[in-house]
């Protein structure tokens, strides 16, 4: 069970995750008093996010999160290209 579920957008596409919103918004929750668990447990697209919110003795908001597991997937053949260009290199050997 997730307490929430952030999605997250950018101006041509919905991203997977973002960690600085994250932080962002439960930053914002907390202020708003709509934490009322710890820790949080946050559903993206990315995969579980766990959320943790302290209010420090002198009235600021710590927050911190976990990061979804990581993944590796194969880069489609046509995407090569703006891959290696992004990076400053001319052919795709040795990109």
Known sequence: MHH??????????EMEMC????IGALWVLARKG????????IATASGPVTG????????TWR????QPAGRVVP????????VCA???HRSRSPC
């Open 4 to 13: 929430h579920r952030f999605r997250f957008f950018v101006p041509n596409h």
């Open 19 to 22: 960690a600085h919103s994250t």
């Open 34 to 41: 709509r934490v009322t668990t710890a820790p949080v447990r």
């Open 52 to 59: 943790f919110v302290r209010e420090r003795e002198d009235g």
């Open 63 to 66: 927050v911190e999160i976990t």
């Open 75 to 82: 880069l489609a053949p046509d995407r090569v290209d703006a």
């Open 86 to 88: 992004g990076l400053g």
